[in-house]
T-cell receptor, first 111, second 115 residues
Framework: GNSVTQMEGPVTLSEEAFLTINCTYTATGYPSLFWYVQYPGEGLQLLLKATKADDKGSNKGFEATYRKETTSFHLEKGSVQVSDSAVYFCALTPLLVKIIFGKGTRLHILP | DTEVTQTPKHLVMGMTNKKSLKCEQHMGHRAMYWYKQKAKKPPELMFVYSYEKLSINESVPSRFSPECPNSSLLNLHLHALQPEDSALYLC??????????????FGPGTRLTVL
């Protein structure tokens, strides 16, 4: 079946630290992969996406690479800010199947 | 215009009330979605409209009734809700339906409280 597994939170880091949030998936075929971010009290925003193997999605200093060999799409940022505090959802959309979300990782950045 | 708007932002209703949530997008997207999100959980799909026709109903209770008057508007009519229906209700849209594999654009949500 299709599923997404992401690291449990909360993740707490100091400002300017390096961030990695792990995401692995199982899927049939060749899904598109996404990271969505949800700031407190808001809806989800698309952060970045990748549609095929070895694609790198990037936005606002965040990056993730579609690794088919390890079925992973880890989110990274070199230097986090307090304003990055939010919940991050890894997601995939296999063809002919609805979007599958991970459980979400809550990120706290301390000043 | 690259956003999905939702009204109202907050809604408090009693179990005997009838209310409606509204969603609008002007991106030319032909698929629109309703999700329910409980605290600290990912969104759960409720309904999908594709080209203004209901294509997916995830076994949602009949007290929730969706409506798509045109390609830009999506409503969710609420009647006789239960306290456990209190949640954040999110609307989303995509260029074509989710089976096409494209990204969805989400609105800010309506925070619903049922007393």
């Amino acid at each position: 079946g299709n599923s997404v597994t992401q690291m449990e939170g909360p993740v707490t880091l100091s400002e300017e630290a390096f961030l990695t949030i792990n995401c692995t998936y199982t899927a049939t075929g060749y899904p598109s992969l996404f990271w969505y971010v949800q700031y407190p009290g808001e809806g989800l925003q698309l952060l970045l996406k990748a549609t095929k193997a070895d694609d790198k999605g990037s936005n606002k200093g965040f990056e993730a690479t579609y690794r088919k060999e390890t079925t992973s799409f880890h989110l990274e940022k070199g230097s986090v800010q307090v304003s990055d505090s939010a919940v991050y959802f890894c997601a995939l959309t296999p063809l002919l199947v609805k979007i599958i979300f991970g459980k979400g990782t809550r990120l706290h950045i301390l000043p | 215009d690259t956003e999905v708007t939702q009204t109202p932002k907050h809604l408090v209703m009693g179990m005997t009330n009838k209310k409606s949530l509204k969603c609008e997008q002007h991106m030319g997207h032909r698929a629109m979605y309703w999700y329910k999100q409980k605290a600290k959980k990912p969104p759960e799909l409720m309904f999908v409209y594709s080209y203004e026709k209901l294509s997916i109903n995830e076994s949602v209770p009949s007290r929730f009734s969706p409506e798509c008057p045109n390609s830009s508007l999506l409503n969710l009519h609420l009647h006789a809700l239960q306290p456990e229906d209190s949640a954040l209700y999110l609307c989303a849209s995509s260029l074509k339906d989710q089976r096409g594999g494209g990204e969805q654009f989400f609105g800010p949500g309506t925070r619903l409280t049922v007393l």
